[in-house]
């Protein structure tokens, strides 16, 4: 399988605690990207990477959140004490450059939910 | 104003029409544009970009944009049952590569 991966697909937390989501983009991309989806909603913009760097983090993002990318390969997104607002689907995509866009694709990814 | 703006439907078509789902943005210097289907409990799947005016073509999928009146469309030709999905329009600004989504319109396809 080539595709985005994220682990693990589903995380029960109950409030307060910590949680961390892990994404493996597809190998050659360069750029890897997190993102937020509510029932009803479209996914929203948490952080992207390029690489190690990261380049934009959302200002709606509380600093309970933190995003890595050490190697430029897998990237860990963390959240501390966890609150029942943060239950959603964490989604991961990564992209490459096509014909002059940078084309994001996404993982499965990762249903949170906080008791 | 939202920033990507879509009907939420549910937008009904006969197996074998031609689906129209329509979005419209409201920042001018958009650069790109994105059209990605997604089914119930899984994540978005890409159909196809487009950052010029006109018509792209993929397929059973054309995609088209008009910078001037800030829309952008996706038509699905002989539509199937299979296409029922939600369908998310998403925006790429200038100088960032976030993308902003739209809510999505949700399609359903009835032999």
């Known amino acids: 399988d080539t595709g985005v991966s994220q682990d693990p697909r589903h995380k029960i937390t109950k409030r307060g605690q910590n949680v961390t989501f892990r994404c493996d983009p597809i190998?050659?991309?360069?750029?890897l990207y997190w993102y937020r989806q509510t029932l009803g909603q479209g996914p929203e913009f948490l952080t992207y990477?390029?690489?190690?760097?990261?380049?934009?983090k959302s200002r709606l993002l509380s600093d309970r959140f933190s995003a890595e990318r050490p190697k430029g390969s897998f990237s860990t997104l963390e959240i501390q004490r966890t609150e029942q607002g943060d239950s959603a689907m964490y989604l991961c995509?990564?992209?490459?450059?096509?014909?002059?866009?940078?084309?994001?694709?996404f993982g499965p990814g990762t249903r949170l939910t906080v008791t | 104003q939202k920033e990507v703006e879509q009907n939420s439907g549910p937008l009904s078509v006969p197996e074998g029409a031609i689906a129209s789902l329509n979005c419209t943005y409201s920042d001018r210097v958009s650069q790109s544009f994105f059209w990605y289907r997604q089914y119930s409990g899984k994540s978005p799947e890409l159909i196809m970009s487009?950052?010029?005016?006109g018509d792209k073509e993929d397929g059973r999928f054309t995609a088209q944009l008009n910078k001037a009146s800030q829309y952008v469309s996706l038509l699905i030709r002989d539509s199937q049952p299979s296409d029922s999905a939600t369908y998310l329009c998403?925006?790429?600004?200038?100088?960032?590569?976030?993308?902003?989504f739209g809510t999505g319109t949700r399609l359903q396809v009835f032999p």
């Open positions: 487009i950052y010029s005016n």
């Open positions: 190998s050659e991309h360069n750029r």
């Open positions: 990477f390029q690489n190690e760097a990261q380049l934009e």
């Open positions: 998403a925006v790429n600004m200038y100088n960032t590569d976030k993308l902003i």
């Open positions: 995509a990564s992209s490459f450059l096509r014909d002059r866009v940078y084309e994001q694709y």
